[in-house]
């Protein structure tokens, strides 16, 4: 009973932003329909490397968003791929579990080119981690990207930078699953 309220509890206060939590996985694009909220969520979630060869302390979630209701298979009555260029897309670094932030920055520089996502002219927010009771403390940050900068990272040579303190550097496995969510997402024909 409890583990079930608990459940109905965690369920009720989602919303688009939040199917990666939902379902987990790295590599993989996934798509999650929010029927109550008419959006559909397309994401990808990577860990990059560190490029010293330390583990991992940072995970990057890209994220697509489409407003509208979905179109419906007429067979099997699930959403349909969401068709035209999202309406929203951005690009969080979240530390994971067990790490403290050192600063909340989101750095890349891609082939010789540094792009700050954190910096004056940027569109970023700091996202909390917080539990019922809880003080809330960031562990994350957001930033608006612009489609041409997620295609520049598609072809890149190099994508390396600093997210919440920590170097990273993406390796060619997550350049080709980002190739997969620019695909599902209708970014990378343009």
Do not use: H
Not at 16 to 27: C, E, F, H, I, M
Not at 43 to 67: H, K
Not at 129 to 158: F, K, Q, Y
């Amino acid at each position: 009973m409890v583990l079930s309220s608990l459940l109905l509890g965690i369920l009720l206060f989602q919303g688009p932003g939040d199917g990666w939590a939902l379902v987990p996985s790295t590599r993989q694009v996934k798509r999650l329909y929010w029927d109550l909220f008419q959006t559909t969520e397309v994401w990808l979630s990577l860990i990059p490397e560190d490029p010293a060869g330390t583990p991992p302390l940072v995970t990057f979630i890209f994220q697509a968003f489409f407003p509208g209701q979905a179109e419906r298979d007429p067979y099997s009555g699930l959403p349909r791929e969401p068709k035209g260029p999202p309406a929203r897309l951005v690009l969080r670094a979240q530390a994971l579990p067990l790490t403290l932030v050192r600063q909340y920055t989101l750095r890349l520089e891609i082939d010789d080119k540094t792009v700050d996502l954190t910096g004056p002219a940027a569109r970023y927010r700091y996202l909390p981690a917080c539990l019922a009771g809880d003080e809330c403390s960031a562990n994350a940050v957001e930033a608006e990207l612009e489609p041409s900068l997620l295609r520049s990272m598609l072809t890149a040579r190099i994508v390396k930078g600093e997210a919440l303190g920590f170097p990273i550097r993406l390796t060619a496995d997550d350049q080709r699953s980002l190739a997969e969510f620019a695909t599902r997402i209708g970014l990378k024909g343009e």
